[in-house]
């Protein structure tokens, strides 16, 4: 990790144990804070770059007094009551929900009621649960994130402020490749290692192992057949995309007749060779020789490996001229200009969480929109997932091969602070605005790009999809069922990407306001999801134990092992859900159940304080868009709106750039 300027001021203080709790002082210790723990939290991956101290009362008290940051769950009863804070002091508290009933859920359940477990596995296997805390870890990259935007203010002013952030509220924001099927009046089901929308799209076996591939377009059909040697296949009933998403099974089969007669790394070198996003699925213990992570330095190479942390930022140019003098905005990034070059998820999210959090966004977006502006379903052609990744946004229609539209996308970078993008690495190189131009244009620019591997990479060029960086992190390994890797019902590698950029800009932001430089930051999103799986490289360490009990109206996760479970509620019988979580209660066992998107759309529609609010737009559409997971005691919230019709910010972004034009 290179650092150009730690965050050597923060003194943070872990008041519980809670993973997301100490996955966010691992975060801000890597960073460069002091961060502060005691003798009872666990010795595990989550210890690592702290002050351990003794767990005593006095021990206690002077890390409370030397704290300019605490880290706390006031959920969690069974922990010490936190004194009360000072002024100066910013609080961060994160809980299971707003209830502070269930502080004692653990990663199984959280997956469990947020609907992830639902959508993890195959429609012919109960909900399948990921041994990885990823609900917990992607809280703690919100949360590190959080401390970043409430810490100028207490450096410019001395005043504090809590922060309170929900589990639940976390995991549901990265709802928003399904959660849009409900609203269309479908039902989301587990599909595996499969896309909805794409064929050949699955994990295939080889001689030695497995592989994950991602077939997009006909012209990926294509390239396939003729690597199979069977370029017939890409004509008559396999041609269209469509017919083979309605034919994925037959299709599955011959992809699956020539890969099994190859090794992982034949397969591998195939189908990369033509282009093709691809990639084996890599165990926990063949992370450390990834080529990449490796390249990267992604991974310790000392006693007990494991992955470091994401942040990768190559210094700016420009004066070391702090900027201190900034007033303290109403809201926490108002003022503060964002453009985004963005498609699909990664960077559409983190765009819009700094949205949400006051700054102004504006998405550049090619003749035509961006690609996913009209995936189905949608109203009026604009569609339920663009829309909830983009809102708060205004849509600038820019074609960055024409000469006149590059020289107002060059302006507009002059007077902005922040360029988020997630093209293929390279890219913007291509069009003349690599970090040199860049930087040559706006010193005090924060520029972050988002890419599957990386732009310093061992694997220049190499595509990826969201399923192929979880099949290269180890997150599909610790998610199995009967022995088969699945990858996470969500787009995990996605959405984590995408909280991760949020933090990246904000950590770059603070270094401006340190030395009045901008800064380029690298994001692999495989470096992100390899974070994710950090408590399970440890040997000595297990996962949550759980068990997935079939109920006569769904399923029950219980925090328990199968036998346990079966004594309490019945090998064989089948309960409500409701009656066997209250059986569990009575035997003093966590119980969860596993809620649909369906259930999750329906309880959060029309509550305002539930993560999903509806905004009606200037043509009467309603739309279902997630509020920001953040509640500041200081600042003032964002209300929350849908991005306008293709192009319509064009005429501001012109009257922004006419100053510069008429010189």
């Known amino acids: 990790m290179r650092l150009e300027q730690r965050l050597d001021a923060l003194t943070v203080l872990e008041w519980n144990c809670r993973p997301a709790v100490r996955a966010c002082g691992g975060l801000l210790a890597q960073l460069g804070a002091t961060v502060i723990d005691f003798a009872d939290s666990p010795q595990d991956a989550l210890s690592r770059f702290k002050t351990r101290l003794p767990a005593t009362v006095e021990a206690r008290a002077e890390a409370f007094a030397r704290a300019n940051v605490v880290l706390y769950s006031s959920d969690c009863s069974s922990e010490m009551a936190l004194p009360v804070c000072r002024p100066d002091q910013i609080v961060l508290d994160i809980t299971v929900d707003d209830t502070g009933r269930h502080g004692h859920w653990t990663e199984p359940l959280l997956q469990a009621a947020s609907g992830i477990a639902d959508l993890t596995g195959t ?10 805390p990823v609900i917990e870890l992607q809280t703690a990259i919100f949360a590190a994130a959080g401390i970043l935007v409430a810490w100028p203010r207490l450096a410019l002013t001395g005043e504090g402020q809590r922060i309170s952030l929900s589990l639940l509220d976390c995991a549901l924001n990265g709802l928003s490749s399904f959660l849009p099927l409900v609203y269309a009046g479908k039902t989301p089901h587990r ?9 050949p799209w699955n994990s295939y076996r080889t001689t030695d192992g497995w592989i994950l591939l991602c077939s997009a377009t006909d012209e990926h059909w294509m390239k396939l057949c003729t690597i199979m040697g069977q370029p017939d296949l890409a004509e008559g009933r ?41 990639g084996p699925i890599l165990t926990l213990d063949e992370l450390g020789q990834d080529p990449n992570l490796k390249h990267r330095r992604s991974v310790s190479t000392g006693d007990g490996p494991a992955p470091l942390g994401f942040l990768k930022a190559a210094p700016g140019r420009g004066s070391m001229t702090p900027t201190t003098s900034r007033q303290v905005p109403a809201q926490p990034l108002a003022g503060l200009r964002v ?63 024409n000469e006149a539209d590059r020289q107002i996308f060059e302006q507009l970078l002059q007077h902005s602070d922040v360029l988020i993008e997630n093209m293929k690495p390279g890219s913007l190189d291509k069009l003349g605005f690599g970090w040199g131009r ?31 960086v979880q099949a290269m992190s180890g997150l599909m390994d610790v998610t199995r069922a009967g022995g088969t890797p699945f990858k996470l019902g969500i787009s995990a590698a996605d959405v984590t990407g995408g909280i991760a950029g949020l933090l990246a800009v904000i950590y770059g932001l603070e270094q401006r306001r340190q030395t009045g430089r901008g800064t380029m930051i690298d994001l692999s999103m495989q470096d992100v999801a390899v974070w994710l799986t950090q408590t399970l490289w440890d040997k000595s360490s297990s996962a949550n134990p759980c068990t997935v009990l079939p109920c006569t109206d769904g399923y029950v996760v219980a925090a328990c092992q199968p036998s346990v479970a079966d004594k309490i509620v019945g090998p064989k019988s089948a309960p409500t859900r409701a009656a066997a979580i209250e059986l569990l209660k009575q035997a003093g066992i966590a119980a969860g159940a596993v809620r649909t998107l369906n259930e999750i759309a329906e309880v959060e529609a029309g509550d305002e304080k539930s993560s999903i609010q509806t905004h009606v737009d200037g043509n009467g559409r309603s739309w279902p868009l997630f509020r920001c997971p953040f509640r500041f005691s200081a600042e003032k919230t964002v209300a929350i709106a849908a991005i306008g019709p293709l192009g319509e910010a064009n005429e501001y972004v012109a009257q922004i750039c006419r100053p510069i034009a008429r010189r």
């Not at 599909?191 to 064929?199: K, L, Q, V």
């Open 238 to 278: 396999f041609a269209k995309l469509a017919d083979r998403v309605q034919q994925y099974e037959a299709v599955d089969r011959k992809v699956d007749a020539w890969t099994s007669t190859l090794s992982v790394k034949d397969c591998v070198a195939a189908l990369s060779g033509a282009g093709l996003a691809a």
């Open 191 to 199: 599909s595996g290692n499969r896309h909805p929308m794409a064929a």
């Open 438 to 468: 860049l930087s040559e244009l706006n010193s005090r620019l924060v520029y972050c790009g988002i890419s599957g591997f990386g732009q310093d990479s061992a694997y220049p060029g190499r595509p990826a999809f969201d399923t192929v």
């Open 123 to 132: 429609r012919d296997t109960p909900p399948t649960i990921c041994d990885a």
């Open 339 to 401: 453009i985004e070059i963005g498609q699909y998820t990664t960077a559409p999210l983190a765009a819009k969480q700094l949205a949400l959090l006051g700054a102004e966004v504006i998405k550049i977006e090619p003749p035509g929109g961006e690609a996913s502006r009209a995936w189905p379903p949608h109203q009026d052609g604009q569609g339920y997932f663009f829309t909830m990744n983009n809102a708060n946004k205004r849509s600038c229609l820019l074609d960055l091969r």
